[in-house]
C-alpha cells in the first residue's frame, strides 16, 4: 500500500467479487469491460489474462505487446543509503556486472551526504553512475543547491527521482532547466496521460512507472508510448512483486524497448519468490521470445 496501490485485505475482497463474473467470458470480453477495480488488482487479473493469451497464441506477454519487444532488458541495483559501507556494496555490484547504482539520498544532513556521495564517485569505475532517489526529501531552494552541486557530475549521476518535498510543476521545470541531469517524478505522477495531444506537458525529463500501482502492463505501455513521443525517458520498476510480478514487468519493460535501465532486480529482496525471478547477469536480463 505505501507504494500506491490498495491493501491486500481490499485486494482479496475484490478479487473474490470480480472472478466469478469471469466465468465463461472470453479473454477479450473481459478486456472490453471495464471492472472499476482498484490499481494491484487489475494488474493481477490482466497479467494473468495476457499470460492465458500469450499461451494460447504461442507467444510471449512481451510481444503479446510489442511484436518488436527487446530481448535482453538492463537493470539497476539498490544499494541503499550512503552510510558507512555503501562503498562495498558498490564495489560487490559492479563486480556483479551492474553499471547503474540507485542510493538513497535526503536521509542525512545534506553537507554529510553530499560529502559521502563525492567520495564514492571518486571510487566508482569509469563505465558505472549512480541513480538518486531524494522521495521528496528537500524544498525548492535546497534542490536548487544541490543540484548545483551535482551539475560538476553530470558523467557519473544517471538521474534524481523526486527531489522536492511537495509537487510543483514550475518549480520541477526550473530545477530541470538547470541541469542536464534527468530528474524523474515517480510518486507524483499521478497516472492520468488521457491522449497524446499537443499541450502534453511534464516538467521533467524522466518518468518512472510502477505497473502494480499504475493499474496493468497495458495501461503502463499506454502511458509510456504517449510520454515518450514527448521526449520522455520511461523507467519501469517494481512495487516489489514475487517472481509472477517480476516476470510481467521485466516483459513490459522489452515491450516498451527504450534501452533504459530498469529498476528490476528485487527477487532477492524475498525470502520466497513463489516463482524464480528472472535471472541476472552482468545486470542484464535475457530473455527467451
Known amino acids: 500500500p505505501a507504494l500506491g496501490t490498495e491493501t491486500l485485505e481490499s485486494a482479496g475482497q475484490q478479487l473474490e467479487n470480480i472472478l466469478p463474473k469471469l466465468i465463461g467470458l472470453t479473454i477479450n470480453q473481459v478486456f472490453e469491460h471495464t471492472y472499476k477495480v482498484f490499481p494491484a488488482t487489475n494488474y493481477a487479473i490482466e497479467t494473468a489474462l495476457l ?8 507467444t510471449s506477454i512481451c510481444r503479446l505487446i510489442n511484436a518488436n519487444a527487446a530481448a535482453q532488458i538492463k537493470v539497476n541495483t539498490m544499494l541503499g543509503g550512503l552510510d558507512n559501507n555503501i562503498l ?5 555490484a559492479e563486480a556483479q556486472g551492474f553499471s547503474v547504482l540507485k542510493i538513497k539520498t535526503g536521509i542525512l544532513p545534506v553537507e554529510e551526504e553530499f560529502s559521502r556521495l563525492e567520495g564514492l564517485i571518486q571510487q566508482l569505475d569509469p563505465q558505472t553512475s549512480l541513480r538518486l532517489d ?3 526529501a528537500w524544498n525548492k531552494n535546497l534542490c536548487m543547491k544541490i543540484i548545483d552541486r551535482l551539475n560538476n557530475y553530470t558523467d557519473k549521476i544517471d538521474g534524481l527521482e523526486e ?3 511537495h509537487y510543483n510543476e514550475k518549480q520541477y521545470r526550473e530545477l530541470q ?4 541531469i534527468p530528474l524523474a517524478l ?3 505522477f499521478s497516472g492520468n496521460i488521457n491522449h497524446a495531444s499537443a499541450s502534453f506537458n511534464l516538467p521533467v525529463r524522466r518518468l518512472i512507472l510502477k505497473p502494480t500501482a499504475i493499474g496493468g502492463l497495458r495501461q503502463s505501455y499506454r502511458i509510456a508510448k504517449i510520454v515518450q513521443r514527448h521526449n520522455i525517458e520511461v523507467i519501469i520498476t517494481s512495487s516489489i512483486e514475487t517472481g509472477y510480478g517480476l516476470w510481467a514487468n521485466t516483459c513490459l519493460a522489452a515491450a516498451i524497448n527504450n534501452n ?6 528485487t527477487g532477492h529482496w524475498l525470502e520466497n519468490t513463489l516463482v524464480p ?3 541476472i547477469n552482468n545486470g542484464i536480463i535475457h530473455l527467451s521470445l
Do not use: V
Not at 260 to 265: D, I
Open 163 to 165: 527531489p522536492l518535498n
Open 277 to 279: 525471478a528472472p535471472d
Open 177 to 180: 532547466q538547470a541541469t542536464a
Open 134 to 136: 531524494a522521495n521528496k
Open 51 to 58: 499470460g492465458l493469451q500469450a499461451e494460447q497464441q504461442n
Open 88 to 92: 562495498n556494496r558498490a564495489k560487490q
Open 186 to 188: 515517480d510518486e507524483s
Open 260 to 265: 533504459q535501465t530498469h529498476g528490476l532486480a
